[in-house]
Nanobody
Framework: VQLQASGGGLVQAGGSLRLSCAAS????????MGWYRQTSGTQRDLVAV???????TYADSVKSRFTISRDNTRNTVYLQMNSLKPDDTGVYYC???????????????WGQGTLVTVSS
């Protein structure tokens, strides 16, 4: 299973970006998909996650500014980021909790990361 993330870049404060992450390979089902942010070598912190039934969880710092969504037919998760702030800067990693075959165990997969830089 591979996760391919895209959509990062440089944006001014107050601007918007949309991240995408597509899962490919042998996939039976995807339980949860989400985005995590890493800055300056620290641990990856949860930004937003979405379950297969559409339930969402957001970090307090991004609530009302970011929206996570998914297209189950395309095995793709999106993160719409509005009103960006310099503190949003970091490498964004997508994560998927994936089942590769019926009866198989849940498997965690990570994308390669995409850099988001918000200038003041």
């Amino acid at each position: 299973v591979q996760l391919q993330a895209s959509g990062g870049g440089l944006v001014q404060a107050g601007g918007s970006l949309r991240l995408s992450c597509a899962a490919s390979g042998t996939i039976f089902s995807i339980n949860r998909m989400g985005w995590y942010r890493q800055t300056s070598g620290t641990q990856r912190d949860l930004v937003a996650v979405i379950t297969s039934d559409g339930s969402t969880t957001y970090a307090d710092s991004v609530k009302s500014r970011f929206t996570i969504s998914r297209d189950n037919t395309r095995n793709t998760v999106y993160l719409q980021m509005n009103s960006l702030k310099p503190d949003d800067t970091g490498v964004y990693y997508c994560q998927g909790l994936i089942i590769t075959a019926q009866g198989a165990a849940l498997r965690q997969s990570w994308g390669q990361g995409t850099l988001v830089t918000v200038s003041s």
